[in-house]
C-alpha cells in the first residue's frame, strides 16, 4: 500500500477476495508503471528501481518474505491502463473443527 500511494498519480485500488480456501489482495495503481523486463527485481532485498525516491528497498522483500512462510505468494503485473497491480495470495487459517 506505501508503494502505491508513494507511485500513484491520482488512484489506488485495492480489493480483498476469497477463492476456495485462499485469501487474495490485488492493489493496483495509476502511478507511470514499470518495465516489463524490471519487474521480476521487485521483492528482492536491496533491490531499488528509483534511487532518487526515498526508501531502502526493503519493504516488498519483507512482505514477500512473510509470505513465503505462511504458504502465500505475491505476484508483480502492469496494471490495466497504466501502473502496477500486485496480487497477494495467503491460504486461509483452519477453524478449530479442521484441526
Do not use: F, H
Not at 6 to 25: F, G, H, M, P
Not at 39 to 49: D, M, Q, T, V
Amino acid at each position: 500500500m506505501k508503494n502505491a500511494c508513494k507511485w500513484a498519480t491520482s488512484a489506488v485500488v485495492v480489493r480483498i477476495s476469497r477463492q476456495a480456501e485462499t485469501a487474495v489482495l490485488n492493489i493496483a495503481d495509476d502511478g507511470p508503471g514499470i518495465a516489463a523486463k524490471k519487474i521480476e527485481k521487485l521483492g528482492r532485498r536491496g533491490a531499488r528501481l528509483d534511487e532518487e525516491m526515498p526508501g531502502t528497498g526493503l519493504g516488498l522483500a519483507i512482505a514477500t518474505e512473510i509470505l513465503e512462510l505462511n504458504g502465500g505468494t505475491i505476484s508483480y503485473a502492469p496494471s490495466p491502463g497504466r501502473g502496477l497491480a500486485v496480487e497477494m495470495r495467503l491460504p486461509l487459517a483452519r477453524s478449530r473443527s479442521q484441526i
